[in-house]
């Protein structure tokens, strides 16, 4: 079964900064990636997604992901954080299979807190 | 263009009333998708159609809870004698339906508070 871990439930980083928020998945085959974005009281917004080829992918807003198979990893960065990033980050890994869907495995989520 | 649209917002019931959940998908996706969002167990999946059709409904927690879609566009999640453990943001989403790499595009959701 696939599974998703966010290890980090919060991170607090200051304006400016650079942010990474580290994701690891577990998936038999060539997985499907997502980093969906919510902000308080919003539904979720996709900031990117990977499925083949280059592993460094770009997204909205300034963020970015890299895919490391050898370490199961897709983890987001964005080099200087702005106060309106303050929201919380799911990664996510989908099936790919046409017959039952995309169902979409989350992780636990990362809340990014964004000091002044 | 529209996007994805869930009403209610917010519902308040009572322990044992059923209540109703609508999804109002993009026109043109034939894929729908139900999650649930709570405190204890994050975000997960309940149940997925492919036009009017639900192959996969291996995340419905209890046969409480039903869903249908019809016409290849509203859905409605069902929750029978509701528990104050259904208490949740339930999430819709809808995508294309062309393949697995597609983006699925997220409703606001309904907060569902069972008293």
């Known amino acids: 079964a696939q599974s998703v871990t966010q290890p980090d439930i919060h991170i607090t980083v200051s304006e400016g900064a650079s942010l990474e928020l580290r994701c690891n998945y577990s998936y038999g085959a060539t997985p499907y990636l997502f980093w969906y974005v919510q902000s308080p009281g919003q539904g979720l917004q996709l900031l990117l997604k990977?499925?083949?080829?280059?592993?460094l992918v770009q997204g909205i807003k300034g963020f970015e992901a890299e895919f490391k198979r050898s370490q199961s990893s897709f983890n987001l960065r964005k080099p200087s954080v702005h106060w309106s990033d303050a929201a919380e980050y799911f990664c996510a890994v989908g099936a790919g299979i046409k017959a039952a869907g995309n169902k979409l495995t989350f992780g636990g989520g990362t809340r990014v807190l964004v000091k002044p | 263009g529209a996007g994805v649209s869930q009403s209610p917002s917010n519902k308040v019931t009572e322990k044992g009333k059923d209540v109703e959940l609508r999804c109002d998908p993009i026109?043109?996706?034939?894929?729908l998708y139900w999650y649930r969002q709570s405190l204890g167990q994050g975000l997960e999946f309940l149940i997925y159609f492919q036009g009017n059709s639900a192959p996969d409904k291996s995340g419905l927690p209890s046969d409480r809870f039903s869903a249908e879609r019809t016409g290849g566009s509203v859905s409605t999640l069902t929750i029978q004698r509701t528990q104050q453990e259904d208490s949740a943001v339930y999430l819709c989403a809808s995508s294309l339906g062309l393949g697995g790499y597609e983006t699925q595009y997220f409703g606001p959701g309904t907060r569902l508070l069972v008293l």
């Open positions: 026109s043109g996706h034939t894929a």
């Open positions: 990977y499925f083949s080829g280059d592993t």
